[in-house]
C-alpha cells in the first residue's frame, strides 16, 4: 500500500456514509433496537498525514463538529493503525479505532466508546469514502445505546 492509500485510510478516520452529496448528512433515532445512525460529510481542517482533523457537515451544510485521526503505520507489510474521535457540538464525542492493510472504501471501523448523548456508544462506522476524495468525505455511524446517559460534567 503507498502513502496515497494510507492517507486515505486515515483521512477516513478524520472522518471521522452513503450519500451522493458531500455535504449529506442525517441524524435519526430508530426505535426499538437503542440503534441511531447518524451519517455525516467531511473536509480537510488542517494537519498532515498522520495527524490531521476535519470538519463535519449535515446534508444541509451546517457544520455540525470536527474530527481527529492519528495514525500509525507499519511498513512490511504495510499496515495503517489509526484511531480517532468524532466530535458533535453540543453532542459530545464518538471515539473509534481501526487496523487495515487495505484501505480501499467501502469498510468498517469499530466505535470503541463516547460522551455525553454518547456515553455507552458501541457500534460501526461506514467508511464510504475518504476526505481524499475530490467530493470530500462521507461516513455512517451506527450507534447502539443501551440506556440512557444521566452524568453531566
Partial sequence: MNIS??????????LAAALASPSAAAAQQQGGGGVQTITVASRPAGGTFPHTTANLFDNW?????????????????ETTSCSGVYVFT?????????ATRNSTPPYLIAITGGTGEFC???????????ENEPAGGL?????AKNRECTLKP
Avoid: E, H, M
Avoid at 5 to 14: D, E, P
Avoid at 139 to 143: K, N, S, W, Y
Fill in 5 to 14: 492509500k494510507t492517507a486515505r485510510v486515515c483521512a477516513l478516520v478524520t
Fill in 61 to 77: 451544510g451546517r457544520q455540525v463538529g470536527f474530527s481527529t485521526t492519528n495514525c500509525d503505520i507499519v511498513t512490511s507489510p
Fill in 90 to 98: 453540543g453532542r459530545g464525542q464518538v471515539t473509534w479505532q481501526n
Fill in 120 to 130: 455507552d456508544a458501541r457500534g460501526q462506522i461506514s467508511v464510504l469514502r475518504t
Fill in 139 to 143: 461516513f455512517t455511524l451506527r450507534i
